[in-house]
């Protein structure tokens, strides 16, 4: 089975990143990603490539190289679903916010009118893949709503997990640690791994059956991210006994069955996976009645909540107990560094904290608008979008942030942080000058020297 055209369901931060670089790579096969939305379609076709929806390093250069020539950005779903013989599913499967499993389970919604367009569409045999992390056992759900059409189309259904990393998607795309195709059929198989093997040598191109490709991912996920919150609860003990958490994570890092990655004490995890994925694992669990394995691992999300609330309480204690109406600069809004996503980050907590504390936040981040910053907070709901806008401002400079603020706090790690003139920065804040780096980014004894009174995380 050679594929010539593909399409791809979700312009988003999976979906477009992935069909550019299998564009990229395989310059004979028809790419055509899709998207219900207008907006985000026209901004994946604009000329300008810095207005890209998703800012990724070096996704600028993969897109000006095969947008146009085998890859296209487009609204109309049916057209592409007609003409594909493979099809990838990349849309948003947001944890439920109404009804059974509300706040634990995926919302399956947009997968199934997913699949029942695909069913209502589809003239021709197809594969299908499943892009989006899913819990397990959504490929089923597929194959019933795809068999049941009763139009004689054949569907093959696969599932090709997502391993790339917001900020360094070009480059995990680009050279995967591995790339995991679970499946029935192996001529459909065998076709998802020719397009993979453009680039990917073989060896690291792994088949299983559809279960376990579905849960390896959840797992994977729950497995980073416990690494995450383990660290970060030994940050507080840390605190209180005068070891120094870096040092310590260096330490361990060196044991070779450790490994020294994702051990970085931080302010929480956040993006659109971890947090929703150990949902998932837990829902799935408790359904199977495994109460010790569904609590085991919801441990992991009920410390990255504390070391959440924790850092906006120490932000609070260590300015005397109150915040109300002091101006605190929030140095990057982002998950993470070197996205635009804001899905989940640490920073929207955190700032929800401390305005229940009547704080005036001030928030600049180098890639996030605005529009998305109120939008995050106005989503919890914890007060009215006016007061949001009275007690939020935002900025595109950080020397405005920092003009008579109160303190600092550095909620994502980006770069040009550490670069900053803390000594003119310094002078423009108010007096005690506090630095709170929920990332330790920066570099703790010279602010100390300069005068700041700095906290960091875990020393
Ligand atoms: C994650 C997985 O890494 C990826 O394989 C999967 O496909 C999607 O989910 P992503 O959410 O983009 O990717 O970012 P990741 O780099 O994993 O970071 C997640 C969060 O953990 C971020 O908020 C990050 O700042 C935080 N983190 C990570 C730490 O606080 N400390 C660390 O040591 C590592
Ligand atoms: P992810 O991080 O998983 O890529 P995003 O929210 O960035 O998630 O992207 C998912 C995209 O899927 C959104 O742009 C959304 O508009 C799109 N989408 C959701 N449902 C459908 C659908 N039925 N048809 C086409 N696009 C859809």
């Given at each position: 089975m050679k594929i010539k055209k593909i399409a791809c369901i979700g312009a988003g931060y999976v979906g477009g990143p992935t069909m550019s670089v299998i564009a990229q790579k395989n310059p004979n096969i028809q790419v055509t990603v899709v998207d219900l939305n207008q907006a985000r379609i026209d901004a994946w076709n604009d000329?300008?490539?810095?207005?890209?929806?998703v800012y990724e390093p070096g996704l600028d250069a993969v897109v000006a190289e095969a947008r146009g020539r085998n890859l296209f950005f487009s609204t109309d779903v049916n057209k592409a679903i007609d003409e594909a013989d493979m099809i990838f599913i990349s849309v948003n499967t947001p944890?439920?916010?109404?009804?059974?499993?509300?706040?634990?389970?995926?919302?399956l919604k947009y997968i199934e009118l997913c699949a029942r367009q695909i069913a209502s569409v589809a003239k021709s045999d197809k594969i299908v893949v499943e892009?989006?992390?899913?819990?397990?056992?959504t490929a089923e759900a597929l194959k019933s709503i795809l068999k049941n059409?009763?139009?004689g189309v054949n569907f093959h259904i696969l599932s090709n997990p997502e391993f790339l990393a917001e900020g360094t998607a070009i480059s995990d795309l680009h050279n995967p640690d591995r790339v995991l195709i679970g499946g029935e059929d192996t001529e459909a198989i065998d076709a998802l791994v020719d397009i993979y093997e453009a680039w990917v040598p073989k060896e690291r191109i792994l088949t299983t059956n559809l279960w376990s490709s579905e849960l390896a991912k959840l797992v994977a996920n729950a497995f980073l991210a416990q690494r995450v919150s383990s660290i970060n609860a030994i940050s507080e003990l840390c605190e209180v006994t005068g070891a120094n958490v870096d040092e310590v994570a260096r330490a361990i890092g060196r044991d070779s069955r450790i490994g020294?990655?994702?051990l970085k004490a931080s302010v929480g995890f956040g993006g659109s996976c971890f947090q929703k994925d150990i949902l998932n694992l837990v829902y799935i669990a408790r359904s199977y009645n495994l109460k010790e394995v569904a609590d085991y691992w919801e441990q992991v999300i009920i410390l990255n909540d504390h070391q959440k609330s924790r850092f906006a309480e120490k932000i609070i204690q260590t300015m005397y107990n109150t915040v109300n109406g002091k101006k605190i600069a929030f140095l990057g809004w982002a998950f993470?560094?070197?996205?635009?996503d804001t899905r989940e980050s640490a920073a929207i907590y955190v700032a929800d904290h401390l305005l229940e504390e009547e704080a005036n936040v001030v928030v600049y981040d180098p890639k996030v608008s605005a529009e998305q910053i109120y939008r995050d907070l106005d989503y919890?709901?914890?007060?009215t979008s006016g007061e949001n806008r009275r007690l939020v401002t935002v900025v595109n400079n950080p020397y405005d942030a920092l003009k008579e603020a109160h303190a600092a706090a550095v909620l994502t790690e980006w770069d040009e942080f550490r670069e900053y003139d803390w000594v003119e920065i310094k002078r423009g804040m108010k007096k005690p000058a506090f630095v709170f780096d929920g990332r330790n980014v920066l570099d703790g004894n010279q602010l100390e020297k300069l005068g700041f009174d700095f906290k960091s995380i875990g020393r």
């Open positions: 000329n300008n490539l810095d207005n890209l929806p944890t439920k916010t109404y009804g059974k499993g509300k706040g634990q389970a995926a919302d892009k989006s992390t899913l819990p397990v056992r059409t009763g139009n020294s990655k994702f993470k560094k070197d996205t635009n919890l709901g914890t007060r």
